[in-house]
């Protein structure tokens, strides 16, 4: 009877220089998708897909005022298991009054909304799912879709606190008008 298949250090070919590859079928990478993407979470392109198409990582990411963000944790590298364990593994538990406090998303600051309001600009961010949307200082009433810097704060916390949610819809809705109580019938 063989042993079981374990993805080895030497067992990536020549030339892989992705710390995160596990060996799939033949040399393909076991999270490579259709198109060059990766199913690992945090990467949205194949490294290796990248490097022989001549392609570029993306650039980073910036936030709402031009700043670049902050990179993202270093990711540890992919390890082989060994075929047959020598030693029982000892779980090591974290205690529970310990949370992982998620990174704040840089340019929502009470400094940087100042700052925004303070240089009196109307920003026009295009969506071709929403159409144009104003980033504006503060309401002006006109016929468009307007967002203070302060509601957008607002909704970048609710999507922090629901991960995976996103915005599928941004309307406005016109006033409502006032009820007429008390007026002669």
């Not at 909304?113 to 026009?124: D, N, Q, R």
């Not at 302060?150 to 995976?164: K, M, N, S």
């Not at 016109?174 to 109580?181: L, M, S």
Request: net charge negative.
């Amino acid at each position: 009877m063989a042993a079981p298949e374990t993805a080895q250090p030497d067992d990536k070919p020549a030339g892989i220089t992705c710390e995160q590859y596990v060996r799939g079928e033949g040399k393909r990478c076991r999270h490579y998708l259709p198109n060059g993407a990766c199913s690992l979470p945090g990467e949205f392109m194949c490294v290796e897909w990248l490097k022989k198409n001549g392609q570029r990582p993306p650039a980073p990411s910036k936030d709402l005022f031009g700043n670049p963000l902050p990179d993202p944790p270093a990711k540890k590298p992919a390890k082989a298991q060994p075929a047959v364990a020598e030693k029982p593994a000892v779980k090591v538990e974290q205690p529970a009054d310990v949370e992982p406090t998620p990174t704040p998303r840089r340019g929502l600051t009470t400094e940087d909304i100042e700052s925004f309001k303070a240089l009196g600009v109307e920003v026009c961010v295009r969506s071709d799912d929403y159409g144009d949307l104003w980033l504006v200082p503060a309401y002006t009433g006109q016929p468009r879709k307007e967002i203070t810097p302060e509601h957008l704060a607002t909704i970048a916390r609710v999507l922090d606190a629901f991960p995976g949610s996103r915005v599928v819809a941004f309307d406005k809705k016109p006033p409502a008008e006032p009820a007429n109580e008390g007026s002669p019938a």
